[in-house]
């Protein structure tokens, strides 16, 4: 069964600064999503970023881009700039591209504050 | 392009009540799926429809159970409330082609209170 580990339950970063996320996950699958979502105070879960398997270039998305280690299952997202709007809690996931499958697996989560 | 939409956003039911919860995917989307997220057990996979069919089911009692019409709106209820079901369900839509899925979208949530 797919796994996903976030060893960091709470970080914090000084404003305009970079902080980064770390994700690890399990799988026998080779084909696969992984994605970090943003959930604020308000609930909706975001999508942050996201990145196919079979890619080598990791993914960058305007201050957030990850770090994606296939052979060693790790997958950390890096925060540019950070702005106080980014304080969330950040989900790591993973979901199969099999068309017979739809599942999301979340990670435990990472609170992230944001110090002016 | 609307997003998801969860309905209603709160809830709060006695223990022993039913509830349903509605969940309208984005328009084209026919795969929907339902999560559980607490502070103690985070998110949780319940299952998921994909063309009026569940396709899959996570590790939850028979007491939550779902369905999906025919124009892939998918509802969720849960029967004999309990105070541990107190948490909030997230649905989430995907679009399925034939060589694969694409990313989950999510709606808003319901926040359900069991008293």
């Known amino acids: 069964a797919q796994t996903v580990t976030q060893s960091q339950p709470e970080m914090s970063v000084q404003e305009a600064e970079t902080v980064t996320l770390s994700c690890t996950y399990d799988?026998?699958?080779?084909?696969?999503?992984l994605f970090w979502y943003k959930q604020p105070p308000s609930r909706q879960m975001i999508l942050v970023i996201r990145q196919e398997a079979y890619k080598q270039q990791n993914a960058t998305e305007n201050r957030f881009s990850v770090n994606f280690q296939k052979a060693a299952k790790s997958f950390s997202l890096k925060i540019s700039d950070s702005q106080l709007g980014d304080a969330a809690m950040y989900f790591c996931a993973f979901q199969e591209m099999k068309t017979s499958y739809d599942k999301v697996i979340f990670g435990p989560g990472t609170s992230l504050s944001v110090i002016p | 392009k609307a997003g998801v939409t969860q309905t209603p956003r709160y809830l709060i039911k006695t223990r022993g009540q039913q509830v349903t919860l509605s969940c309208s995917p984005i328009s084209g989307h026919r795969s929907v799926s339902w999560y559980q997220q607490t502070p103690g057990q985070g998110l949780q996979f319940l299952f998921e429809y994909f063309s009026e069919t569940q396709r899959n089911k996570g590790n939850f009692p028979g007491r939550f159970s779902g369905r999906q019409f025919s124009n892939s709106r998918s509802e969720m209820n849960v029967s004999t409330l309990e105070l541990g079901d107190s948490a909030l369900y997230l649905c989430?839509?995907?679009?399925?082609?034939?060589?694969?899925?694409?990313?989950?979208?999510f709606g808003q949530g319901t926040r359900l209170t069991v008293v």
């Open positions: 799988t026998s699958e080779s084909d696969y999503y």
């Open positions: 989430a839509s995907s679009l399925v082609t034939p060589s694969r899925n694409t990313e989950a979208f």
